[in-house]
């Protein structure tokens, strides 16, 4: 069947176009300064989320804070090392003992010791996260994969492709990133920044201060620059999106650009995206890295600060040597995490926006719900029969108004009227793309609504205007038409559709390889295999959306050989383009806004000289033209 799966760019489910906005929309990457507007609604939903790795997420906040514990230790063992090392020496210089080098390789194998450890649980409660963080997204993006599946086509005619591959790719990866990496930082900051204090008052309250005047210095400087260079992070953001989407554009319909000999408009749009981008990037990441400088300098003021104090207290033997060196790395480790805990902010802003978003989209609504006791399909002959159908894609607007019509099993009705009248609409419907709003469709007498949706499009046979392969070998596609079909039985399809000959023509047969973009075959060959899938299919009803508007004289007979022997024996709706295709119709339904206005033979609607004699002589006026 010719239109299941996956969709290129504006074509939506079966291969028909919505009523809704279409385009790129919007680009895919969040700005690193877009905010959830409920972050506390938000972290709760996460934290429901995780409810099953919460003890995972305890026992890692544990290794964690005792990792960053023992790091925390060892600059003050090794400082009393230190002092022992430094009064060792100067009794040896006096005469008066020696360095006790047994004391101090205990000390040092103790440390080393703890350092190990550290590693060991900090590689412990990596693997444990990375675990986690994993589970979580793989369950993000199946519970959004489901959901897709049971969303009804409106959110799609309404939301663009981008912006549900958005929250799929994007806005999981921010998630992710978040638990993978920035919880655990998060913790061991806060730990280091909070044992550090501890460590460093437990050594001298003094020095303590001196080393904390620096951070409110420290915290004008961070201010302002994150001020200055959030809104170029922002504009970076933006125009990543502008020149994504701008070459995507012109990749897409590189052909059309070269007919319209577009590309130097194409070029100088790339050049003013690429120069802003350019500026705002340099701009951005310069600012970015002003920041470690800055914190360099001033952490040297403190050292410099700290060493004179420092060299004049144990002059005054209020403290040791080793209390100067321990309180020296102490403050050489306590400047990254506070600039890492001046992050958390913005980090838990951003998943929670990510998150909002994901969590948004798991919270549309969704198609009604199947009946219980559904009908079996299996014995359907294709009488179809609309009963007073009324239908509207929004509740003020009204695309079907009255619409009835009785269809015998093996009738090919054809559907023809001008754009906008309701034709697509009306196969839609008929498919449970859209419930009606009143009326009844009735499949042999049974409401549509009392099959399941799958059982219900199992009947239908679709043959697209637009043509849709993915990419994959021929037989791979004409096989999408009935997975479990042999080799054998996919062939005499292929016959049946008048495709066998070309294809044996191809490179590697059956075995060639569809590109993504299926344009290494032509239009027409394309629609030849779209009709040999759905013969494979073996429907009872189908539905044809013309499809020799764009092909040759030749392979216009062929496509319409073929789709004459698929619609042998079965009922087969048409919606028509060109009037003389469907002459021999059992039955025209001719709509104009919403509404069958006419119905008939052909000889008997041209004998009516109504609206389908206007039609179907403005065709032949402007070919004549």
Not at 566 to 583: D, E, N, P, Y
């Given at each position: 069947?010719?239109?299941?799966?996956?969709?290129?760019?504006?074509?939506?489910?079966?291969?028909?176009?919505?009523?809704?906005?279409?385009?790129?929309?919007?680009?895919?990457?969040?700005?690193?300064?877009?905010?959830?507007?409920?972050?506390?609604?938000?972290?709760?939903?996460?934290?429901?989320?995780?409810?099953?790795?919460?003890?995972?997420?305890?026992?890692?906040?544990?290794?964690?804070?005792?990792?960053?514990?023992?790091?925390?230790?060892?600059?003050?063992?090794?400082?009393?090392?230190?002092?022992?090392?430094?009064?060792?020496?100067?009794?040896q210089i006096t005469g008066t003992g020696s360095i006790d080098f047994n004391f101090i390789g205990r000390i040092i194998i103790?440390?080393?010791?703890?350092?190990?450890?550290?590693?060991?649980?900090?590689?412990?409660?990596?693997?444990?996260?990375?675990?986690?963080?994993?589970?979580?997204?793989?369950?993000?993006?199946?519970?959004?994969?489901?959901?897709?599946?049971?969303?009804?086509?409106?959110?799609?005619?309404?939301?663009?492709?981008?912006?549900?591959?958005?929250?799929?790719?994007?806005?999981?990866?921010?998630?992710?990133?978040?638990?993978?990496?920035?919880?655990?930082?998060?913790?061991?900051?806060?730990?280091?920044?909070?044992?550090?204090?501890?460590?460093?008052?437990?050594?001298?309250?003094?020095?303590?201060?001196?080393?904390?005047?620096?951070?409110?210095?420290?915290?004008?400087?961070?201010?302002?620059?994150?001020?200055?260079?959030?809104?170029?992070?922002?504009?970076?953001?933006?125009?990543?999106?502008?020149?994504?989407?701008?070459?995507?554009?012109?990749?897409?319909?590189?052909?059309?650009?070269?007919?319209?000999?577009?590309?130097?408009?194409?070029?100088?749009?790339?050049?003013?995206?690429?120069?802003?981008?350019?500026?705002?990037?340099?701009?951005?990441?310069?600012?970015?890295?002003?920041?470690?400088?800055?914190?360099?300098?001033?952490?040297?003021?403190?050292?410099?600060?700290?060493?004179?104090?420092?060299?004049?207290?144990?002059?005054?033997?209020?403290?040791?040597?080793?209390?100067?060196?321990?309180?020296?790395?102490?403050?050489?480790?306590?400047?990254?995490?506070?600039?890492?805990?001046?992050?958390?902010?913005?980090?838990?802003?951003?998943?929670?926006?990510?998150?909002?978003?994901?969590?948004?989209?798991?919270?549309?609504?969704?198609?009604?719900?199947?009946?219980?006791?559904?009908?079996?399909?299996?014995?359907?002959?294709?009488?179809?029969?609309?009963?007073?159908?009324?239908?509207?894609?929004?509740?003020?607007?009204?695309?079907?108004?009255?619409?009835?019509?009785?269809?015998?099993?093996?009738?090919?009705?054809?559907?023809?009227?001008?754009?906008?009248?309701?034709?697509?609409?009306?196969?839609?419907?008929?498919?449970?793309?859209?419930?009606?709003?009143?009326?009844?469709?009735?499949?042999?007498?049974?409401?549509?609504?009392?099959?399941?949706?799958?059982?219900?499009?199992?009947?239908?046979?679709?043959?697209?205007?637009?043509?849709?392969?993915?990419?994959?070998?021929?037989?791979?596609?004409?096989?999408?038409?009935?997975?479990?079909?042999?080799?054998?039985?996919?062939?005499?399809?292929?016959r049946t559709a008048n495709a066998h000959h070309f294809i044996q023509t191809l490179p590697g047969g059956y075995g060639m390889?569809?590109?993504?973009?299926?344009?290494?075959?032509?239009?027409?060959?394309?629609?030849?295999?779209?009709?040999?899938?759905?013969?494979?299919?073996?429907?009872?009803?189908?539905?044809?959306?013309?499809?020799?508007?764009?092909?040759?004289?030749?392979?216009?007979?062929?496509?319409?050989?073929?789709?004459?022997?698929?619609?042998?024996?079965?009922?087969?709706?048409?919606?028509?383009?060109?009037?003389?295709?469907?002459?021999?119709?059992?039955?025209?339904?001719?709509?104009?806004?919403?509404?069958?206005?006419?119905?008939?033979?052909?000889?008997?609607?041209?004998?009516?000289?109504?609206?389908?004699?206007?039609?179907?002589?403005?065709?032949?006026?402007?070919?004549?033209?």
């Amino acid at each position: 069947m010719s239109g299941q799966g996956r969709n290129k760019p504006g074509i939506t489910g079966m291969g028909m176009r919505g009523p809704g906005l279409r385009g790129p929309g919007r680009h895919m990457m969040m700005g690193s300064g877009e905010k959830a507007r409920d972050f506390k609604g938000t972290m709760r939903q996460i934290l429901v989320y995780l409810g099953s790795y919460i003890p995972a997420i305890t026992l890692i906040i544990f290794i964690a804070c005792a990792s960053t514990v023992f790091t925390i230790l060892g600059p003050k063992i090794l400082g009393r090392a230190t002092t022992k090392l430094f009064k060792g020496a100067m009794a040896q210089i006096t005469g008066t003992g020696s360095i006790d080098f047994n004391f101090i390789g205990r000390i040092i194998i103790f440390v080393f010791g703890l350092y190990l450890l550290s590693t060991v649980l900090s590689y412990i409660q990596g693997w444990i996260m990375s675990g986690v963080s994993v589970k979580v997204t793989y369950r993000f993006r199946k519970d959004i994969a489901e959901k897709i599946n049971r969303m009804p086509l409106k959110y799609f005619d309404g939301t663009s492709q981008g912006e549900v591959l958005s929250r799929i790719t994007n806005d999981v990866d921010t998630v992710n990133r978040t638990l993978s990496q920035s919880l655990t930082q998060i913790v061991t900051s806060f730990v280091t920044v909070l044992g550090i204090l501890v460590m460093m008052f437990s050594i001298n309250w003094i020095m303590t201060l001196v080393a904390l005047a620096v951070i409110p210095l420290s915290a004008i400087f961070v201010r302002l620059i994150v001020k200055k260079s959030q809104k170029y992070f922002k504009e970076q953001q933006e125009y990543i999106g502008h020149v994504n989407g701008h070459v995507e554009e012109m990749y897409g319909g590189h052909l059309v650009m070269k007919s319209f000999n577009g590309e130097e408009r194409s070029i100088e749009r790339f050049n003013t995206y690429n120069s802003t981008l350019y500026t705002v990037g340099w701009k951005s990441l310069f600012l970015s890295r002003m920041m470690m400088p800055l914190m360099t300098i001033l952490g040297n003021v403190s050292y410099v600060a700290i060493s004179i104090l420092g060299g004049w207290l144990a002059v005054k033997k209020a403290i040791t040597i080793g209390d100067i060196q321990a309180f020296i790395q102490y403050v050489r480790n306590f400047t990254r995490p506070i600039a890492q805990l001046a992050n958390i902010s913005n980090i838990l802003q951003q998943t929670a926006a990510a998150a909002e978003r994901v969590f948004e989209f798991l919270a549309e609504d969704e198609q009604s719900p199947e009946i219980d006791n559904s009908v079996n399909p299996a014995d359907i002959h294709g009488g179809v029969v609309f009963r007073n159908i009324r239908f509207g894609y929004s509740p003020d607007k009204t695309v079907i108004n009255n619409f009835s019509a009785s269809v015998l099993p093996g009738q090919k009705i054809a559907i023809v009227g001008p754009t906008g009248a309701g034709k697509t609409t009306i196969v839609k419907l008929l498919m449970r793309y859209y419930d009606v709003t009143e009326g009844t469709i009735l499949i042999d007498n049974l409401d549509s609504r009392d099959f399941t949706r799958k059982d219900l499009r199992s009947q239908f046979g679709m043959v697209l205007q637009d043509t849709w392969l993915f990419s994959g070998t021929i037989m791979e596609n004409i096989r999408y038409g009935r997975l479990s079909a042999t080799d054998d039985e996919v062939l005499n399809a292929a016959r049946t559709a008048n495709a066998h000959h070309f294809i044996q023509t191809l490179p590697g047969g059956y075995g060639m390889i569809i590109n993504e973009e299926a344009s290494n075959i032509s239009h027409g060959q394309k629609q030849l295999l779209t009709i040999a899938r759905a013969i494979l299919a073996d429907p009872g009803i189908l539905i044809l959306d013309e499809a020799t508007s764009s092909v040759d004289t030749l392979t216009e007979i062929h496509i319409q050989q073929a789709m004459d022997n698929l619609m042998k024996g079965r009922t087969s709706f048409v919606i028509a383009h060109r009037l003389s295709t469907i002459r021999d119709a059992d039955l025209i339904l001719v709509m104009n806004e919403g509404d069958i206005v006419e119905q008939g033979t052909h000889r008997q609607l041209l004998m009516a000289g109504g609206f389908y004699e206007e039609l179907y002589n403005s065709q032949f006026d402007s070919r004549a033209k």
